[in-house]
C-alpha cells in the first residue's frame, strides 16, 4: 500500500502561483510514477503533469504547458505541482497518485493504483 497526502492548495487571483506537495508513504517511493490529475464541479477528472519512477519522464497537459513544472525529491518522498501564472479555469481539486514502475501510459488515470484525498485551488479573477 502507498498512502497519499496532498497539501499546498487555498485560494489565489489569477496570475499568482502555488506549490502543492504530495507527500507519500508505505512503500519504497522512487520505485514510483507519480501524476497531478484535477477535477472540477461537474467535471471529468483530467490529466494534470506526471513524472516516470526513473524521473526521466515527463508528461504535460496542453493546458499546463510552460506554467506547470512536476519535480519529485525522493530523499523526502515527495513530489511537488509548481503552479504559476494561475488562471481561473485551473481551479478544482488537485490530486497526486502513484503508478509503480512505470514510465509510460502516465497520462492515463487507469495506470495509478494509488490517489490522495486532493487539495482544493481556486483561482479567483
Known amino acids: 500500500q502507498v498512502q497519499l497526502a496532498e497539501s499546498g492548495g487555498g485560494l489565489v487571483q489569477a496570475g499568482g502561483s502555488l506549490r502543492l506537495s504530495c507527500a507519500a508513504s508505505?512503500?519504497?517511493?522512487?520505485?514510483?510514477?507519480m501524476g497531478w490529475f484535477r477535477q472540477a464541479p461537474g467535471k471529468e477528472r483530467e490529466f494534470v503533469a506526471a513524472?516516470?519512477?526513473?524521473?526521466?519522464?515527463?508528461y504535460y497537459a496542453d493546458s499546463v504547458k510552460g506554467r506547470f513544472t512536476i519535480s519529485r525529491d525522493n530523499a523526502k518522498s515527495t513530489v511537488y505541482l509548481q503552479m504559476n501564472s494561475l488562471k481561473p479555469e485551473d481551479t478544482a481539486a488537485y490530486l497526486c497518485s502513484a503508478a509503480y514502475l512505470r514510465s509510460v501510459g502516465l497520462a492515463s488515470q487507469g495506470n495509478y493504483a494509488y490517489w490522495g484525498q486532493g487539495t482544493q485551488v481556486t483561482v479567483s479573477s
Open positions: 513524472l516516470s519512477f526513473t524521473g526521466r519522464n515527463i
Open positions: 508505505g512503500r519504497t517511493f522512487s520505485n514510483y510514477a
